[in-house]
């Protein structure tokens, strides 16, 4: 189907914007009091909302708050879910049973509604919006490396380590891990997508970034109540989002055909 | 069976009394003091004590804990903060909107996704099945804070079809549903596909095209029923996508359901109903799933004999 540079080329610019755009383009808090929810057009190629503020420029600012959020999110849960559900799965015996029932658990609170009311509990802000993510995320992680662990680890090459008396710490990141990288690598695309989804929703409910910092999440909520006359103050941040979920979740795809990883729990 | 139903049972309860008691944890988390949280700085110290009284934080954990466990045993959830009613009372108010609005969704999700996966599967690897699949590759992707708006746009505000928000008129469940439902139908018009490409496999569809029958009836009757068992399950599982999208969709709409209190309560700091909130979405959620098992070991034998791991 799609190849690999679209999703690539996506993710690319994303980054891109999102390490470098904030120094290149202008102040996105600047404020022209009579451009006020004016249309794209010469002066600001995205128009300017509410407050008179440059959209592409707040825009630019968003991806950050999205890259740098999903990217926090997903590293920190990837490494710690997958280290929890591989040495859980590799020693098994009453931990193994004592996870599996935590991991039923946060199972059990349907899609972001967990994140929503830690966050709510937590206090708006960037980093409890990372925090709510990241309590929620590491599930996914540790129920996919508990389940590829235990169909591995009664292979040969496992066993001679056991009984060599290499350290078990040793064998789940040396001879265990570098074996389960390719179907944790596919979920750790899917949960970008989700965390970029995740934190632009907790933004939208007024849960993320405080203004004035940008988000796409909190630019669509503020501009919902101007639709009417400045719908472009919803359409970009939302086809900002769209693209860039489009483009990881494609991604995603892809590396799942490529790595040969068959389905995801 | 009936072991399997025990079992089940048995699991459900454990992960209910987990979900409990994280949801019971979550009004600790209130950096500083949850009280001078919910009441503000300005409260005089008797109403603090008096809150703090009321709501057992002058208790020790392990006590707090117990009492917790002896109302929710009771079915008394507490008071709300801020309209001091029951809280037991306001979520009943608001059961029947959300519901109402995760049941309509689904109708919207099935409708749109048996079509689009059986047209993918039957079609394999011709224009159909890219265009299916990209369409649902952009039902994933379109997060329902964004889709609600620009529905409203489009067919409330522009079209002038159907109203903007609330739950008054009989039409407005229709664009909360489609908003909701959208995500939902794009998963599982992949799982029709999938699912459906296996069974086209079989050689009792062989058999079927064999004997002569008319390829809408093999694909239907034949193919479709049997492709149907595995997505039903996964269906009770996105039941939790659908009720977690519930709450940020309820607040686009302003749709008068769980979600919206939930949301509303945060604003308020109106914990305790958060807390009930949170605790009876997910207690409905995890009660549909072990029925959905229950009910599919007692269908399908292979379910219950098979390994559970």
């Given at each position: 189907m799609m190849r690999l540079w679209l999703p690539g080329t996506i993710l690319m610019l994303w980054a891109l914007g999102a390490l470098l755009g904030p120094s290149l383009?202008?102040?996105?808090?600047?404020?022209e009091l009579q451009r006020?929810?004016?249309?794209?057009?010469?002066?600001g190629w995205l128009g300017f909302d509410d407050?008179?503020?440059p959209v592409w420029q707040r825009l630019v600012v968003g991806a950050q708050t999205s890259f740098m959020v999903s990217a926090t999110v997903v590293a920190v849960t990837a490494v710690v879910g997958s280290l929890i559900g591989a040495t859980s799965g590799f020693i098994g015996g009453w931990v193994d049973h004592v996870l599996v029932r935590i991991i039923d658990i946060f199972l059990a609170?349907?899609?972001i509604l967990l994140a929503i009311a830690l966050a709510g509990v937590l206090g708006p802000g960037i980093s409890n919006v990372v925090i709510a993510l990241s309590v929620v995320g590491w599930v996914g992680f540790a129920r996919l490396a508990r389940g590829q662990v235990l169909s591995l680890k009664h292979r040969e090459h496992v066993q001679a380590a056991l009984a060599l008396g290499v350290r078990r710490s040793r064998i789940i990141i040396r001879h265990l891990l570098p074996l389960i990288v390719a179907p944790l690598i596919v979920e750790g695309t899917f949960a970008v997508a989700g965390a970029v989804i995740a934190e632009a929703g907790l933004s939208f409910l007024g849960l993320g970034v405080q203004p004035p910092a940008a988000s796409w999440g909190s630019m669509i909520r503020d501009g919902t109540r101007y639709m009417l006359m400045a719908p472009h103050l919803v359409l970009a941040p939302g086809i900002a989002l769209m693209v860039v979920v489009l483009g990881v979740n494609l991604l995603g795809d892809r590396l799942r055909d490529w790595l040969d990883v068959r389905s995801r729990p | 069976m009936p072991v399997f139903i025990l079992s089940r049972l048995f699991s459900a309860a454990l992960v209910l009394v987990g979900v409990s008691c994280l949801v019971f944890l979550l009004i600790h988390?209130?950096?500083?003091?949850p009280v001078e949280v919910m009441l503000?700085?300005?409260?005089q110290p008797a109403d603090r004590e008096a809150l703090r009284h009321a709501l057992g934080l002058d208790q020790g954990l392990l006590t707090q804990l117990l009492h917790y466990f002896n109302a929710l045993l009771h079915l008394d959830l507490g008071t709300s903060?801020?309209?001091?009613?029951p809280i037991t009372e306001l979520l009943a108010e608001r059961i029947p909107a959300t519901a109402e609005l995760a049941g309509a969704a689904l109708v919207v999700a099935v409708l749109i996704a048996v079509p689009l996966g059986v047209i993918a599967a039957v079609r394999k690897d011709s224009p159909w099945d890219y265009g299916a699949m990209t369409v649902s590759m952009l039902g994933v992707s379109i997060p329902n804070f964004w889709l609600g708006p620009i529905l409203i746009l489009v067919f409330?505000?522009?079209?002038?079809?159907?109203?903007?928000?609330?739950?008054?008129?009989?039409?407005?469940?229709i664009l909360p549903a489609i908003t909701l439902g959208t995500a939902l139908a794009a998963v599982l018009s992949r799982m029709v596909r999938s699912s459906l490409l296996e069974v086209l496999h079989e050689d009792y569809i062989r058999t079927a095209r064999a004997k002569g029958l008319a390829e809408g009836a093999v694909i239907w009757r034949h193919g479709l029923r049997n492709a149907m068992l595995p997505v039903v399950t996964v269906l009770g599982l996105q039941l939790g996508v659908l009720l977690g999208g519930a709450v940020v969709t309820e607040m686009v709409f302003s749709w008068p359901g769980l979600g919206e209190l939930t949301i509303e309560s945060i604003q308020r700091r109106d914990y305790p109903v958060v807390q009930a909130c949170v605790l009876l979405i997910s207690t409905s959620y995890v009660v549909v799933n072990t029925l959905t098992d229950v009910v599919y070991g007692w269908l399908d034998p292979r379910v219950r004999l098979g390994d559970r791991s």
């Open positions: 383009v202008g102040d996105p808090n600047h404020i006020i929810l004016a249309s794209p057009g010469p002066a407050l008179g503020r609170f349907p899609g | 988390l209130v950096p500083g003091d503000g700085e300005a409260a903060l801020q309209s001091k009613r409330s505000v522009w079209l002038g079809w159907l109203p903007v928000s609330g739950r008054e008129q009989g039409d407005s469940i």
